[in-house]
């Protein structure tokens, strides 16, 4: 029964971060939308923001299952985009709360692992003398930060449908990109 209860919490969590900000959220209102006491809350999350970094990192896993092994991160960063988007209200009460800075980790987490997945294929699909695996660093950092930063640029307009139709065009110039830099990279060996 305890993961029933906890599930419980959580689900009722997210339905009140859609109806209302996150420094709003009380215990007081969070058990009584369970209709659980305030010790079965404690007994199975320290405080609201534990429960709301579990949260969150579930909801980052949860994206990065989908597509655990990817080649594209066009494709991650579309599945980043689909899942904030379907939780729109919850997400950016979540981006506009006090607790950002936690959501922003898991957001810089989850464009890392794409990148570093994108990154790794292309290495292996050409690496001459392992030039691009010397710099496997540098480009995973440059692209992680670029994704972030276009992500964040997309949050702070509050999640306009036209930014992210434009977010997957700046994507699909920026892979482009990538594969220009592998090929200058592999070029210096020639």
Not at 32 to 57: A, Q
Not at 103 to 123: G, P, R, S
Request: a negative charge.
């Amino acid at each position: 029964m305890p993961a029933f209860t906890r599930d419980i919490i959580k689900k009722a969590f997210l339905e009140l971060l859609e109806e209302i900000p996150y420094n709003q959220i009380t215990v007081k209102k969070l058990v009584e939308k369970c209709g659980i006491n305030r010790n079965s809350f404690y007994y199975h999350f320290e405080d609201i923001p534990s429960l709301m970094e579990e949260i969150i990192r579930e909801q980052f896993d949860e994206i990065v299952k989908k597509y655990p092994s990817n080649d594209s991160i066009v494709a991650g960063i579309n599945a980043i985009i689909d899942t904030f988007t379907q939780k729109k209200r919850a997400v950016m009460h979540l981006y506009r709360s006090m607790k950002r800075e936690t959501f922003e980790k898991y957001l810089m987490d989850t464009c890392e692992y794409f990148v570093t997945c994108y990154a790794d294929n292309t290495i292996r699909q050409g690496d001459i003398d392992g030039l691009i695996r010397e710099n496997r660093e540098l480009i995973i950092n440059y692209y992680k930060c670029v994704c972030f930063g276009l992500m964040i640029d997309w949050l702070e307009s509050g999640m306009k449908e036209e930014k992210a139709r434009s977010l997957h065009v700046i994507f699909k110039l920026r892979v482009m990109t990538a594969e220009n830099i592998a090929d200058a990279l592999r070029g210096q060996v020639e």
